[in-house]
Each structure stands twice: as structure tokens, then as C-alpha cells.
């Protein structure tokens, strides 16, 4: 008996008909009746995505990612029809070729092909037809949006501010005031986005999912023309002040059928002024090193990493605070820090008094991945036998057996991993230590330039905790 994985997809726009559920009935019909056996473990179901982009469909990837495995788990993988399984010819030869190198077919249960030359040709031919109909569909589909955002309909889920009801927006009284609030506060008292965004959660209000505000979710409040009274569609994707000005063409603005929350002069002033105060920022290539310490540093409050601020001086300060979610800034210079994390490493040189990780050294993880491996393949077998057992192929005493002897080997290597893990820290890593520490101090005092600097550091330290309020640091040491 062949192992089947079943791949179920529905987009939002057609095959409404055939359900995840009617397809999963159809193809295990199929698969009882041609001899398949089918684990529920290896059906996989991608509801509500387009079949245009496979990178797009994570449960695709998911079975792609298995079937590719040396272990693979299924030889065969049955679809309603080809363009549920890939509705882009170019994707669909790339991923069957990919398949059939591991041995695992694609059988269309409503498609049958012949073998041989000719049923390669038909297959392809219907994998065309797939594609063109979804380009036709495409365009249908931005047609009608079109047609509808010219109407001034609405055609996404309702802004802060809103609540949908039957297809129309309708004022969420609470909601309304706190975007008046923040209209009011960036016109008439000169707050900027970051500044509101952290009012607004000390206040502790929430996006409609249900997150912290940013200062990029206060930006996109005011340039909304939404809460003006209008719509705005753009056939291209999202909207922005940075895209180009001929993509910009194509945005439609339309009056629309729902009531405003602010006065169109309200909001053309807002955009004014923000229109005013935009200036485009080159960004620096990745290959420029802002400073040496760059993502080793986090915020004691938050976690987060502190990033370069930009500042004249030059400095770190907490992304989050950037980004109004975190209540406390960690701002430090680049000349206070790295002469807080020397003085510290001379100090844990000296005393010898700190406390550090063993990393598990290439050799023993080679040794670690391949035992994780044998396990996930136990993993595998047991399915296996479980499936045996239900269709009748083993009796209830050899299941049992054979599940006693996988639990014995898995107990087997489990074992064998936490004397992998388990390495001891003892005197001799300790000296080893003190002397990496010593060579990265060296490193870190000289003229070396700051890619050295970056390189010395990280080869000792995992990272760096900075507190503001007790003006102190916790560096985090590791031994590989």
C-alpha cells in the first residue's frame, strides 16, 4: 500500500463549490478506492490563498519541505485538480521536477493522465489552460474593484475609527474621538507621530488588532483620506509617499457613501504639513558598520535591541522607544558604552569572578543534528505503524510490540542527546576563557577598525544589557 499526502487549496475568489472539506472528502474517497493510505498528519491545507505564488502558501512549503526530506514520509501526492496545486506553469514544472527526484508523484484525481510522452503533453496543456485562466480571472477581479473604488465603495476591513456592517462603515463613537484626538494633537500642538504613539499607550489604547501604536500607525491615520469622507484604492498594492510619482497616478480617490470622523480641511492641513516635513533619507549601504557594539546591545525594560539613533553625536537608542512601544529611553552615547563595556571586560579579566555559556562546539552538533534526525524518523515509523494498525495490517499485539521498540530507541537516543548537551564547565575552560577574554580586550583597545573590533567582540560576548536608570551593564558571556 502507497503513502498519499493530500494538498487541499481554496482561494478566496473561485472554486467556493468545492470546500476544504469536499475537497478532503473527494480525494479520500480516492485514496481508499486506488489503494493509498492517508495519515491526517500529512494533509495539508492552504484555505483562502492564491495559487499564483507557491512562496505564498505555507503549507505547500510545508509538504514540499517533507517530500524533499531523505526520509520522505508519503509517495504520492493527490490534488482535486493541477491548479490547486499550481496555477503558474513555470512553478508547477520547477515543483513536480523537484518531486519526482525524490520519488514522490502528483496524481490529479479529477485530471487522469496517460503515461508516457503524450500524457506529459496533456498535463502541460491543462497546467496552460490553469495559468491563463487565472490571469483572466485576475484581471476580472481588479476590474471589478476598479469599477467599485470609482463608486466609492470600500473594499477592505474597516480602519481605527470604524466597524463594518453589511459592506458599509459605520463611525465607532469611542474610536472617532481619539482620531479627532490625534488629528488634534498633531495640527494644534505640534506632537509628532512618536510622541502621540507613546500617549496613546500609556493610555493603553489598542489597534484595532489588537497591538501597541507606532509612530508609522499614527502616520497612517492622517494619511488616510478615509477619515475625510473618501476612498482610496490602489490597483498596485499599498500606498506611499515614497512610491513613484507614475504608480501614484494609478491610486484612486473617491467620494465615498460613509460618514467622515475629521473635516476635509482638517485632513488637507495635516497632509500639508506632513507633506512639508518629509524629506527622503538615503539609506547607508549594509556594508558600512555604524559602530562595533551594533546588535549586541538590549534595553533592560523591553528586550529590545538598541539601534544607532542618527544622532549628531552618535549613540543607541531602544527600537521600540523609536517606536513609541517601549516607556523608557535607553539612549547612550557610542563613547559612554564602548568605554562601559571595556572597563567591564578589564574587570571580569582581573577578577576572573563571572559566570559564562558552553556552546556546543561543531563537532558534538554534527553528532546532536544527526541523533534530532533519527529521532524525527522515529517519529515517521510510528506513524507508520499506527497506520498499520488502523487498516488492518497489524494485529493489536505486533503494534504494541513494534511501538515498545520505538520508545526504546528514542528513550535510546534521548539519552545519548543529554550527554551531548551536558558538557561540563571545568577549570580548563575557565583559563581558555580569560584568555579569549584578554585577546578580545587587546582588540578592542588598539587602532584595529570597527569590522575587527565587531569580529573580536562577538567571538567571546552573546550580548549586552543595558539598564539607564542604575546606569549599569549585564554582559553575557559564552565558550564555544
Known sequence: MKLAALYIRVSTDDQIEYSPDAQRRLLTDFAKKNNYSVSNQYIFIDDGISGK???????????????????????????????????????????KSLLKKNSVDVISITEPIIDGPFGTLIERIIEWMDEYYSIRLSEEVKKGMTEKALRGEYQAGAPFGYTLSEGRLLIDEGKALIVNKIYDLYLNHSQNFFSIARMLNDMGVKTNRGNQFENRTVKYIIQNPIYKGFVRWNPNGKTDLREQKNILDDIIIKKGDHNPIVSESTWDKANKKLLSEFRSRKSKPNSVLAHWLGGLIVCSNCNSALVSSGSKSGGYQCNSYSKGKCNESHYVSYNKIENAVIKTLKELIQTGEFDYEILVIDENKDKLDMLKRSVKRLEIKESRIKDAYINGIDSIDEYKANKNNIQKEREYLQQQMKSIKNIKKTDK????????????????????DKEAKSNAIRSAVKKIVYNKKLEHIDVYLYYS
Do not use: C
Open 53 to 95: 505564488r507557491a512562496e505564498k502558501r505555507p503549507q505547500f512549503q510545508k509538504m514540499i519541505g517533507m517530500a524533499k526530506s531523505k526520509e520522505h514520509p508519503f509517495d504520492v501526492i493527490l490534488v482535486w485538480k493541477y491548479s490547486r496545486f499550481a496555477r503558474n506553469q513555470e512553478e508547477s514544472i520547477v515543483y
Open 429 to 448: 575552560t575557565k583559563d581558555q576563557m580569560i584568555y579569549n577574554l584578554k585577546t578580545v580586550y587587546a582588540i578592542l583597545i588598539s587602532d584595529a
